[in-house]
């Protein structure tokens, strides 16, 4: 799958804001967090690191959502595949640190994320001027519409685990 | 100790990294990111041979006079022809005694492949007759990737977008002193005719 979204579909994924942000992404920090599951025994156990790490991959997000970083990305096949292996990196460690983490600083985690996410949307999509010289402002603006609909959805799921732990810890 | 010393130890690594690669926290964007890049002003010009509208070849270090310079080029579907605009209504509100006695503007197309100095002629009508001190121009024997890189020196990113023949590119203006020195950047996004007039005069008031 990693050899498909990095190699094969690159140029494909690379065409489009939507595809490279929504799709490419994503789907690389999905292949990571599937590639943790296939090692259930791997955790990582001190709070400490976890919380290393967690600022880790909350610095490449913030790093792969900034306008210049994805025009070099897109421009640059190096760099491109460097946010690829970072992106795999991030979802393969974000599991790790899940298994043993405090579920308070999970769902911290995920709140920052979400207002990451929201705030990146809004401003792609309510900024006039193009901001990414590789994409269409058409592009900078469907894209930034989507990343609010994943924030919402992001949100709603952090609630819905967030009051589904209080009910069950109050039982 | 440890137990604090990792987590901060992570946040500064990261917080550099950001830090360096968006010239501390001030260029998001690959087209201010290029500006600064280039470096302070007051930076020297890097010398070009231009090819005005009336097919004459010039040097803007040539001309002893204070320039402003923007780069565009005539297939932009707006931003191009909106800043040229902008342009215009900056050249007519600048005072008569300074332009183009003491500056003049140069507008420079990089799109070698399908502009020429006919469209550059052409183009140049639709913006009045009474341009004297605004001259249109191509860059001279030079190639596309040469070009593009002169560019990524001076401080302007453009970027040719694959399979289409749309160039995104930076729409700074350029102040170049006759000393042949970029002493001031524009951008007329952000900046509004009065602020860049003031600036303008400033500039000329100090020389």
Same mark, same amino acid.
């Not at chain 2, 050249?91 to 003049?104: G, K, M, R, V």
């Not at chain 2, 007759?129 to 121009?137: H, K, L, P, R, S």
């Given at each position: ?5 990095? *190699? ?10 939507? /595809? ?35 600022? !880790? ?23 491109? /595949? ?9 979802? &393969? ?8 983490? !405090? ?5 911290? &985690? ?16 309510? *900024? ?6 590789? !994409? ?30 209080? /009910?069950? /810890?109050?039982? | ?17 950001? %830090?360096? %690669? ?34 004459? #070849?010039?040097?803007?270090? +040539? ?5 402003? =310079? ?12 909106? #800043? ?21 503007? #140069? ?26 001190? %605004? ?21 302007? %990113?453009?970027?040719? =977008? ?24 524009? +951008? ?9 007039? @003031? ?6 008031? @100090?020389?």
């Amino acid at each position: 799958m990693f050899y498909l979204l990095s *190699f094969f579909w690159n140029d494909w994924l690379s065409i489009t804001m939507p /595809r490279h942000q929504l799709i490419q992404l994503p789907a690389m920090l999905l292949l990571g967090i599937l590639l943790a599951y296939c090692f259930s025994t791997l955790a990582i156990q001190d709070m400490y690191w976890g919380i290393a790490i967690l600022i !880790f991959i909350m610095a490449s997000f913030i790093f792969w959502m900034l306008p210049h970083s994805i025009d070099v990305a897109v421009i640059n096949k190096h760099f491109n /595949r460097v946010m690829h292996i970072n992106m795999l990196l991030s979802g &393969f460690l974000l599991i790790l640190v899940f298994r043993k983490i !405090f579920f308070e600083v999970k769902i911290l &985690f995920l709140g920052m994320i979400t207002a990451m996410l929201l705030a990146s949307g809004i401003t792609l999509s309510v *900024f006039n001027m193009l901001l990414c010289s590789s !994409f269409s402002i058409e592009q900078q603006k469907q894209t930034g519409l989507y990343l609010i609909f994943i924030a919402i959805a992001l949100f709603i799921f952090t609630a819905i685990t967030f009051f589904s732990y209080l /009910r069950n /810890r109050s039982k | 100790m440890k137990k604090i010393f990792i987590p901060i130890l992570s946040l500064i690594i990261c917080t550099t990294i950001l %830090w360096k %690669w968006t010239f501390g926290f001030n260029d998001f964007t690959i087209f201010s990111y290029t500006l600064t890049k280039a470096g302070k002003t007051p930076r020297e010009f890097p010398t070009i041979q231009l090819v005005n509208q009336q097919g004459n #070849v010039f040097n803007i270090k +040539d001309k002893h006079k204070y320039i402003l =310079m923007n780069f565009v080029y005539l297939n932009c579907p707006n931003v191009c022809h909106k #800043v040229n605009n902008q342009l215009e209504k900056l050249y007519h509100l600048i005072d008569t005694n300074i332009a183009p006695s003491q500056l003049e503007f #140069v507008t420079v197309s990089f799109d070698i492949k399908n502009d020429n100095i006919e469209k550059i002629e052409k183009y140049r009508h639709y913006f009045g007759e009474n341009i004297d001190g %605004w001259t249109f121009a191509l860059p001279y024997q030079i190639k596309e990737q040469a070009f593009l890189q002169y560019l990524q020196n001076i401080g302007i %990113w453009a970027y040719k =977008m694959p399979e289409s023949n749309i160039i995104n590119h930076a729409i700074y203006l350029l102040l170049i002193s006759p000393d042949n020195k970029i002493i001031k950047t524009f +951008d007329p996004a952000r900046e509004s005719n009065a602020d860049i007039i @003031e600036q303008l005069t400033q500039c000329l008031q @100090e020389k």
